[in-house]
């Protein structure tokens, strides 16, 4: 019997989850029979072109047209509902609040991969926090995974089984240090000499990822170059705009990246950069860019955020800066670039902990979960 996998989220994207939802569906497919049920994404990307853009191999997949989320994921869990029915599976992984609690009610098995449990709306957290209680009653006692411990304490303060919530963060590729000529080829291609230091930062730019903070660095260490992968070049315009700042001369900036091409950027740089601000959301944190900077072997150095202590061990696997503080950060890069036997040190250890975080590992107590 396989795992029917009920995702909301748009393949091809350029969104994390999508990513996420790939590399663990593709881990998933290689332990036991397996489909992913996901909504059709950008119209620019050919069909066949998802794999290599994810970097995944092939795997039994349906997707489903994106008007089905034009006002709620309710279209999304009858689908399910109705996939579920003609597989039968022995188990439904869900990403979807709506489609989860359907599927507990036609009686399937559930997990339900929890991201977090409060929105700041709090007509939607309520009808969130009570289709939750609704699914964990279920006959079928489904399971919920969170991706932190600080999210499954939220949920245990709501009053939910602790038995049934287990912590599962996100996961990495299979940990690969780069080696030298590695290195110097992805910085020729990005135009930086090796003797400059190089400061990365890859993903969005929306609000709460830290870009005052990053352009303010930036204006610190005019000796060192950043790397900015994101947004298009007119929203980073854009959001500089409305900051009060202008292009940076010591920026390189590239648009988005295929996720399966990150790794050439993320292995050119010195530093890998997440100034995140202190916001709730964040909290329940596990980002893929800080899995994917420890895979890579990159240092990194990331806001000092309750949800990220869980993976980040100071000065062991990576530093921690104040949220909000570019002196923070700034000293923090100077620590790491004239210290190279620290960079050394961090890159080992955060190699180290990507091998306990890999999508194969993570795919694997899913399944311990589903076949007990």
């Not at 409060?118 to 009570?130: I, K, L, M, S, T």
């Not at 050439?264 to 601000?277: F, K």
Request: glycine residues 6%; charged residues 20%.
């Amino acid at each position: 019997m396989s795992i029917l996998y009920c995702s909301y989220s748009q393949v091809p994207s350029k969104t994390a989850n999508s990513l996420a939802v790939m590399k663990m569906s593709h881990a998933l497919s290689l332990l036991k029979p397996f489909r992913l049920l996901a909504v059709n994404g950008d119209r620019h990307i050919e069909h066949e072109e998802i794999w290599s853009y994810y970097g995944v191999g092939r795997f039994p997949m349906q997707l489903v047209p994106r008007q089905v989320l034009l006002f709620n994921d309710l279209p999304l869990a009858c689908l399910s509902a109705l996939y579920a029915r003609l597989l039968r599976p022995k188990a439904c992984y869900v990403r979807s609040i709506a489609a989860a609690t359907l599927l507990a009610k036609l009686g399937y098995p559930v997990i339900f991969e929890l991201h977090q449990i409060e929105q700041n709306h709090p007509r939607f957290d309520a009808y969130f926090r009570n289709s939750l209680r609704e699914l964990l009653i279920s006959p079928q006692q489904s399971k919920v995974i969170c991706i932190s411990e600080y999210l499954k304490q939220e949920c245990l303060r709501f009053g939910f089984a602790d038995r049934q919530l287990i912590v599962l963060p996100s996961g990495c590729d299979t940990p690969c240090e780069a080696g030298a000529g590695e290195r110097h080829e992805a910085r020729r291609k990005l135009g930086v000499d090796l003797a400059k230091p190089l400061i990365a930062y890859i993903g969005s730019l929306q609000h709460g990822k830290g870009l005052a903070t990053m352009i303010r660095v930036m204006r610190m260490r005019p000796d060192y170059r950043f790397l900015i992968v994101g947004s298009a070049e007119e929203q980073l315009r854009e959001k500089l705009h409305k900051i009060g700042e202008r292009f940076p001369d010591n920026l390189i900036y590239r648009p988005h990246m295929p996720p399966g091409s990150v790794r050439e950027l993320l292995i050119a740089a010195d530093v890998c950069l997440m100034p995140y601000s202190e916001h709730t959301a964040l909290k329940f944190h596990s980002p893929l860019k800080l899995f994917e900077s420890f895979s890579s072997g990159v240092p990194v150095i990331i806001s000092n955020v309750l949800g990220y202590k869980e993976i980040v061990q100071h000065r062991y696997n990576g530093m921690f800066a104040q949220p909000d503080n570019p002196s923070s950060f700034a000293e923090a890069i100077d620590e790491i670039v004239s210290n190279p036997e620290l960079g050394k040190d961090l890159s080992r250890s955060a190699l180290k902990t990507a091998g306990l975080y890999t999508w194969q590992q993570r795919a694997q107590k899913i399944i311990d979960l589903v076949y007990g």
